[in-house]
């Protein structure tokens, strides 16, 4: 049957693996730890759905399925799927290059050079951090960290947060405490707990996506507020602004012309997958996959409920059951 190459030991990788399993596939890892993605997001961070639509293929989460574990917990979890599904994963290991030809892929990494009949990319659409071009603008005394970097610690001085979804919301909330701290961007609204848990919810995430046009117009909205309502954030301290459209004598500028003195900008603006390294070459060939990515087939394609039937899609393609 050939090699089966797997890059990236999340979610998406993990489930991918467990399905090929009879066929033996190399799974390639840049962090030090299995889960290492999840353990150095924000502090804070939880996930939105419950612990039962999150485990991936014969293990479920431990503790109540109705709970909402925490990024460490979630990190923790898919160290023990890859040793309870017996997943060996070739950890420390990056991807800096590769070649289609002669109906293979041929792969650079940092521990040298692979050769694989079939290659699923499943290393997350949440690798390269996004912010907008006007960015460099800013007063360089202004201080600038992207969410994916962002650990609680910052300066002193007033804050303003970019992107008011959901990881815009939850560090919002958590600089309030100690500083002022604005919030920009449009209003997502609120779904609330008991909805986010419901049965028919999970079943709208089941749904195929109706067309490209539909996929275009959810990658631009910030998903809906699942711990926080405008209340909340309100009581929490949080001031509400317009949504930042440029900068003006290096300060950030909002919609309606004010400007913002503040001492740091927090960019909670999205991150986009890493595909730089791929092989224009390789688009569209049937030894090729991709598992995790937004919207790819489902609307809970780029989820943790939606990664597991991905997966399974993507290995009939690949002709492995």
């Not at 693996?17 to 033996?24: G, I, N």
Request: glycine share 10%.
């Amino acid at each position: 049957m050939g090699t089966t190459v797997v890059v990236g030991a999340g979610a998406a990788g993990l489930a991918t693996a467990d399905r090929l399993r009879r066929h033996d596939p190399i799974v390639l890892d840049a962090g030090a730890r299995i889960g290492d993605s999840w353990r150095h997001r924000y502090a804070g961070l939880r996930l939105f759905t419950p612990a039962r639509w999150c485990a991936l293929p014969g293990l479920p989460l431990p503790g109540d399925p109705d709970a909402h574990p925490g990024k460490d917990d979630y990190a923790d979890y898919l160290e023990s799927y890859a040793d309870r599904q017996r997943i060996g994963v070739r950890l420390g290991t990056s991807v800096t290059a590769h070649a289609y030809r002669d109906g293979r892929h041929h792969l650079s990494t940092n521990h040298g050079d692979l050769v694989a009949d079939r290659l699923v990319w499943a290393s997350g659409a949440h690798a390269v951090p996004v912010v907008p071009p006007f960015a460099d603008a800013l007063d360089p005394a202004i201080s600038q960290i992207h969410s994916v970097a962002f650990r609680d610690v910052i300066g002193a001085g007033p804050v303003l947060v970019v992107g008011a979804g959901q990881s815009g919301a939850d560090i919002a909330a958590r600089l309030a405490a100690t500083r002022r701290t604005c919030l920009a961007g449009p209003r997502t609204g609120t779904v609330p707990l008991a909805v986010a848990r419901s049965r028919a919810v999970r079943a709208l995430y089941r749904l195929p996506v109706p067309g490209e046009r539909a996929r275009r117009f959810l990658r631009r909205r910030a998903s809906p507020l699942i711990w926080h309502t405008a209340r909340s954030l309100a009581d929490a301290g949080v001031v509400r602004v317009p949504r930042v459209t440029g900068v003006r004598d290096g300060l950030p500028m909002l919609a309606d012309g004010r400007v913002l003195p503040v001492a740091t900008v927090v960019w909670c603006t999205g991150l986009r997958p890493r595909l730089d390294w791929l092989d224009p070459r390789a688009h569209g060939v049937p030894s090729l996959g991709f598992v995790g990515l937004p919207f790819q087939h489902t609307l809970s394609s780029g989820t943790l409920g939606g990664m597991s039937s991905d997966a399974a899609r993507v290995a009939r393609r690949l002709g492995l059951r």
